[in-house]
């Protein structure tokens, strides 16, 4: 995912990615757990993106304000 991408999302489509990649965080650390996650990198990307999201998403909150 990349930054240029995050700055031309709106804060509900911010919202709604935000989502999505808590879930599969979720479903990746139950993956883990049971011993099926493959990929164990992708656990690591996805926390990131998490954070550069939340990362977007103050900077437009502060914008606005």
């Known amino acids: 995912m990349k930054a240029e991408d995050l700055h031309r999302k709106s804060p509900d489509e ?3 990615l935000l989502l999505d990649l808590k879930k599969e965080a979720f479903n990746l ?3 883990k757990a049971s011993g099926q996650l493959e ?3 992708r ?3 996805v926390r990131r993106d998490i ?3 939340l ?3 103050n900077e437009k909150r ?3 304000s």
């Open 14 to 16: 911010l919202h709604t």
């Open 29 to 31: 650390r139950f993956q």
């Open 39 to 41: 990929n164990t990198v």
């Open 43 to 45: 656990v690591r990307h």
């Open 51 to 53: 954070a550069r999201v």
């Open 55 to 57: 990362t977007f998403m």
């Open 62 to 64: 502060r914008a606005a």
